[in-house]
T-cell receptor
């Protein structure tokens, strides 16, 4: 069964450093999303991406965040200057023509 | 702003019995509801969904009931199995293409 692949599985970074989280969606997916889950809290929407542009973003998704799909396959989330409170599990998700949502297994980001 | 609420943080049932997980929502614009299962260090896995034009959807051991007037949905698992032990998230969206709003999750433990 097709999967959404996320790398790395765990990223530790110094506060203030830039991180790039990577996702390879399923090939026929049209809509792409990033969500995050801070430990012990619920899964929160960050941003949706369709037709090579952001279609919606949450309040969390401020100027420190950006998304790209540079080569038509990889879908990346960049955090320019990480803060301690950015520590969370980050999930990529894709949605195909039928509307089915598939999540990746996540990247655990730890900011120290 | 908790648009989707799962008021029971945990539930414990005996193997073979029915598990009932509940979810309430406040936004009347939601028209698509989903249940996800999540294990630690993994992404949410889709279980079952329901459109607002229906009041019941069944898939094997899983049945979701939707009561639009009460803005309430529930997931029934019968019979429950120890492998069902996980965190269950209710999620909602407006339209079947779009961001998901998640509840806080309910941890289900099925005892042998």
């Amino acid at each position: 069964e097709p999967e959404v692949t996320q790398t790395p599985s765990h990223q530790v970074t110094q506060m203030g450093q830039e991180v790039i989280l990577r996702c390879v969606p399923i090939s026929n997916h049209l809509y792409f999303y990033w969500y995050r889950q801070i430990l012990g809290q619920k899964v929160e929407f960050l941003v949706s991406f369709y037709n090579n542009e952001i279609s919606e973003k949450s309040e969390i998704f401020d100027d420190q965040f950006s998304v790209e799909r540079p080569d038509g396959s990889n879908f990346t989330l960049k955090i320019r200057s990480t803060k301690l409170e950015d520590s969370a599990m980050y999930f990529c998700a894709g949605q195909g023509p039928g509307g089915g949502y598939t999540f990746g297994s996540g990247t655990r980001l730890t900011v120290v | 702003d908790q648009q989707v609420k799962q008021n029971s943080p945990s539930l414990s049932v005996q193997e073979g019995r029915i598990s009932i997980l509940n979810c309430d929502y406040t936004n009347s614009m939601f028209d698509y509801f989903l249940w996800y299962k999540k294990y630690p260090a993994e992404g949410p896995t889709f279980l079952i969904s329901i459109s607002s034009i229906k009041d019941k959807n069944e898939d094997g051991r899983f049945t979701v009931f939707l009561n639009k007037s009460a803005k309430h949905l529930s997931l029934h698992i019968v019979p429950s199995q120890p492998g069902d032990s996980a965190v269950y998230f209710c999620a909602a969206s407006s339209g079947n293409t779009g961001k998901l709003i998640f509840g806080q999750g309910t941890t289900l433990q099925v005892k042998p």
